[in-house]
């Protein structure tokens, strides 16, 4: 898995620590549900650092929970980061052969019953939505220029 920070006042670099591949790491990482969030906190081990410590990669020493792959596998489709048949492939089910994806280039819209916390004020979310959108294009153009480099 890929992780990338933004280099803000809570990044590793921030805090003083110096990541190193081999080092152990606990994740938490949370997403929504109609019932309200659900919380994962899985043990992962850094293989790769990025960038001065605002990306690396981490891979899993033992399976993840079935609930934490499936939720991290709703997140990327639903993201656009990958295909509903690529998901399938991943968790190990036969792609449906009359898959009626839309074909589309670049990322979609995440729908707003995965994201939306109805406490923020419409016109609040669309600020913050516009910012995660600068911040995400920023961070894809530098990890694509490290990776491709």
Do not use: Y
Request: hydrophobic letters at 35%; proline letters at 8%; a neutral charge.
């Amino acid at each position: 898995m890929l992780l990338v920070g933004t280099g803000g006042s809570r990044s590793l670099v921030s805090t003083g620590a110096e990541p190193r591949a081999g080092d152990p790491l606990n994740l938490h990482f949370s997403v929504p549900t109609p019932q309200g969030e659900e919380h994962f906190r899985l043990q992962a081990m850094i293989s790769r650092v990025l960038d001065a410590g605002n990306g690396m990669g981490i891979r899993f020493p033992t399976p993840l929970q079935p609930k934490a792959f499936e939720v991290l596998m709703d997140f990327a489709v639903a993201s656009g980061m990958v295909t509903n048949s690529a998901a399938d492939l991943a968790r190990g089910r036969k792609p449906q052969a009359d898959s009626s994806e839309p074909q589309t280039e670049g990322p979609t819209e995440i729908p707003e019953p995965l994201l939306r916390d109805r406490r923020i004020r419409d016109q609040d979310a669309e600020q913050v939505k516009e910012q995660l959108r600068r911040i995400a294009t920023r961070g894809v153009n530098r990890v694509s220029k490290l990776f491709f480099e």
